[in-house]
């Protein structure tokens, strides 16, 4: 399958930003899809994650409660709903899909798109 990520920007903190991750090829609900993000000088790291139904989704510590994902299965497409941003959430965001069993680490993902930019201004 190959992704597309789209919607970043710069945004002040505080402030809202939709990322979103369409897919294109292979049926995307059979994928588990998940968010990372590399800030500059750091590691990637994972952000959320849903499974392939939808109905369940997971999110590091940092982004609880101000971070949403969701999927369209219709559109083909994963959104990423960030609110309330901060300046630690800037940073490269990455989709990524996952054909294989339920996992939340970068090698539990086969399929990555390109990065999108956010950028949070204090």
């Known amino acids: 399958v190959q992704l597309q990520a789209f919607g970043g920007g710069l945004v002040q903190a505080g402030g809202s930003l939709r990322l979103s991750c369409a897919a294109s090829g292979r049926t995307f609900s059979r994928y588990a899809v998940g968010w990372f993000r590399q800030a500059p000088g750091k590691e990637r790291e994972f952000v959320a994650a849903i499974n392939r139904s939808g109905y369940y989704t997971y999110y590091t510590d940092s982004v609880k409660g101000r971070f949403t994902i969701s999927r369209d299965t219709a559109k083909n497409t994963v959104h990423l709903q960030m609110n309330s941003l901060k300046p630690e959430d800037t940073a490269v965001y990455y989709c990524?899909?996952?054909?294989?069993?339920?996992?939340?680490?970068?090698?539990?993902?086969?399929?990555w798109g390109q990065g999108t930019q956010v950028t949070v201004s204090s």
């Open positions: 990524a899909a996952n054909g294989g069993p339920w996992g939340v680490r970068e090698t539990n993902f086969d399929s």
